[in-house]
Structure formats: C-alpha cells, structure tokens
C-alpha cells in the first residue's frame, strides 16, 4: 500500500467525490488511474470496479465487463478479508448473469463474517431469483422450467432464516 500523501489523497478524494455526485465516468478515470499508479491498493481496486459497473450500466460507457470483473478480483487479491468487495463482486455477477460466480462470491463473503450470513444468503437469493425472472421471462412462466433456479433460491432463503427443508415443509 503507497504511503499516504497529499497528492495522493486528493486524487483519491476527486473519485470519491465524482461518486458521490453521481459521474461515474470521471470516477472510473480516477480510479483507473490511481490502480495504475498505485496497484497494490485494494481500495483502488474496488472502487475501480464499482464506478466502472455504474458507469457502464448506467451511462453506457465502454468498460467491458471482463475490466469489472478483473478490477473486483485484484481487490479482492489485495484483500481477501473484505466482506464488501465480496459482496459487490457477487451482485456485479448476479447482473452479468454469471450465478456460479456470484454464488462463490457471497459464500466467500459469508466464511468470512458468519454473522452476515442471513443477509448475504438472503440477498443472493432474491437477486439471483430476480435476475433469472428477469432474464428468462417467458421460460420462467413454466413451473418446470423455473423449478431448478426456485429451489437454488430458496435453499439460500432457508440457509438465511437457518432453517432445515423438512422444518420449511412442517411450518408450511
């Protein structure tokens, strides 16, 4: 991690502020830059990742999904303890619609803070339950069709409330 100084920190605090105010294109510039000078910062990294995503998905700029993807894993690299960069990585996947990763991501973020657990699993199941709907409308009307992605969702529902399928069945 670079030491702190001043022309450091004002870099830094330019993107925090482009955040806050909503330019997410001039944040990812920021960030972009800071990671390029200043690889080794995790924080960097994730905020990176995070104002590259808004600003994609919200502004249509062209940061590619793989330059999230990368930029939330080298945060992630950097520090491995960060509840929140796992967190977000897993909901930045849920909207690319890559399950498998995202899935990993909030277990991985719930071995790391078992007292999150009911959150991450809870959110991880609604985001990934309403991306699928989403994404498949039409297939998703078929009960049959639905049936694999209801049960991923509320395995993770029930692992949230703590709660075994056969105490779920006798409740219902």
Same mark, same amino acid.
Do not use: H
């Given at each position: 991690?670079?030491?702190?100084n001043?022309?450091?920190? %004002? ?5 925090l502020? !482009?955040?806050n ?7 990812y510039?920021? #960030?972009?830059?800071l990671t ?6 995790a ?9 590259? =995503?808004?600003?994609?998905?919200m #502004? ?9 993807m990368?930029? #939330? =894993? %080298?945060? @992630?690299?950097?520090d ?5 960069y796992?967190? !977000? ?6 909207? @690319? ?19 999150m657990?009911?959150?991450l699993?809870?959110? #991880?199941? @609604?985001?990934?339950f =309403?991306n699928v709907?989403?994404?498949? !409308? ?6 049959? !069709?639905?049936?694999?992605y209801?049960k991923?969702?509320?395995?993770y ?16």
């Open positions: 991690m670079p030491e702190k001043a022309a450091i920190d %004002k870099k830094y605090e330019a993107g502020k !482009a955040m105010e909503g330019d997410f294109k001039k944040a510039s920021s #960030f972009k830059k390029e000078e200043y690889p080794g910062n924080e960097y990294w994730y905020y990176k990742a995070e104002s590259g =995503n808004y600003s994609a998905g #502004f249509g700029s062209k940061v590619s999904n793989e330059e999230i990368e930029a #939330f =894993n %080298k945060a @992630i690299e950097l491995g303890d960060s509840v929140d796992y967190q !977000a990585y897993g909901a930045f996947c849920i909207s @690319i619609n890559k399950y498998d990763e995202a899935e990993k991501a909030y277990n991985e973020a719930a071995a790391i803070d078992s007292s657990e009911s959150t699993f809870s959110e #991880f199941a @609604i985001g990934y =309403n709907m989403a994404t498949y !409308a039409e297939i998703m009307e078929d009960p049959k !069709a639905r049936a694999p209801a991923k969702a509320l395995e529902m029930l692992k949230a409330l703590e709660i075994s399928p056969e105490e779920a069945k006798a409740l219902l």
